[in-house]
């Protein structure tokens, strides 16, 4: 069964930096775009980034454009977010999603499994 398991969540302080991982498992990796949301108490879950299947395409929301970058390593069957300079509106719980073709959108409708979620929290 397909699989998605998030880690490196933490407790930061504005300014710093953390690296999410993804591991995938149940399905050919390679063969499908994947992406970060993220969800805060009381809002909808929102894209962060976005990544095709062969990761020479990505999307940002304006957010975190320029502070954020997702990657890919097909081989390892991970997918990446690395974030800098963060800040305290980026705290939310961040979820890795399986999208249902190569391709990537901004629609979490085009996106059909999602990991568990771990928990990014910045704060001084």
């Known amino acids: 069964q397909v699989q998605l398991v998030e880690s490196g969540g933490d407790l930061v302080q504005p300014g710093e930096s953390l690296r999410l991982s993804c591991v995938a498992s149940?399905?050919?990796?390679?063969?499908?775009?994947g992406s970060w949301f993220r969800q805060s108490p009381g809002t909808e879950r929102e894209l962060v980034a976005a990544?095709?299947?062969?990761?020479?395409?990505?999307i940002y929301s304006d957010s975190v454009k320029g502070r954020f970058t997702i990657s890919r390593d097909n081989a390892k069957n991970t997918l990446y977010l690395q974030m800098n300079h963060l800040l305290p509106e980026d705290t939310a719980v961040y979820y890795c999603?399986?999208?249902?073709?190569?391709?990537?959108?901004?629609?979490?409708?085009?996106?059909?499994?999602w990991g568990q979620g771990t928990q990014v929290t910045v704060s001084s």
């Open positions: 999603a399986k999208a249902m073709a190569g391709w990537v959108t901004r629609s979490k409708n085009t996106y059909d499994y």
């Open positions: 149940g399905f050919a990796f390679s063969d499908y775009g």
């Open positions: 990544v095709t299947s062969g990761g020479t395409i990505a």
